[in-house]
Nanobody
């Protein structure tokens, strides 16, 4: 289990941008995914990146607006979120797992960050 620490998030108007970060000792040895839990909904996978960035997956709901990246030298992974919409409001989680797959399933990830709130509102 990794101790993942998240940062970033906050409140922004529609059309705005935010960048989320997560870091953990050893994170660079794992695939990493970003998930969102919207109010009243389950946790959904948004994007993931493989250990050496050779593979990326992105959910169609955020494709073209969200970008995942990583800096293994810093054991950090980022989620750049642009053109945010009110529907993007929720708690965002970073998680580490073995593989980045198109399933973007929570069951594929074993270590989770504490979550960070993102609120998009006019």
């Amino acid at each position: 289990q990794l101790q993942i620490v998240q940062s970033g998030g906050g409140s922004v108007q529609p059309g705005g941008s935010l960048r989320l970060s997560c870091t953990a000792s050893g994170l660079n040895f794992n695939a990493v995914g970003w998930f969102r839990e919207a109010p009243g909904k389950g946790r959904e996978g948004l994007s993931c990146i493989s250990q050496y960035s050779s593979d990326h997956r992105i959910h169609q709901s955020v494709s073209g607006r969200f970008t995942i990246s990583r800096e293994n030298a810093k054991s950090s992974v980022y989620l750049q979120m642009n053109n945010l919409k009110e529907d993007d409001t929720g708690i965002y989680y970073c998680a580490a797992g073995r593989h980045c797959t198109s399933h973007l399933a929570t069951r594929e990830y074993t270590s989770w960050g504490q979550g960070t709130q993102v609120t998009v509102s006019a």
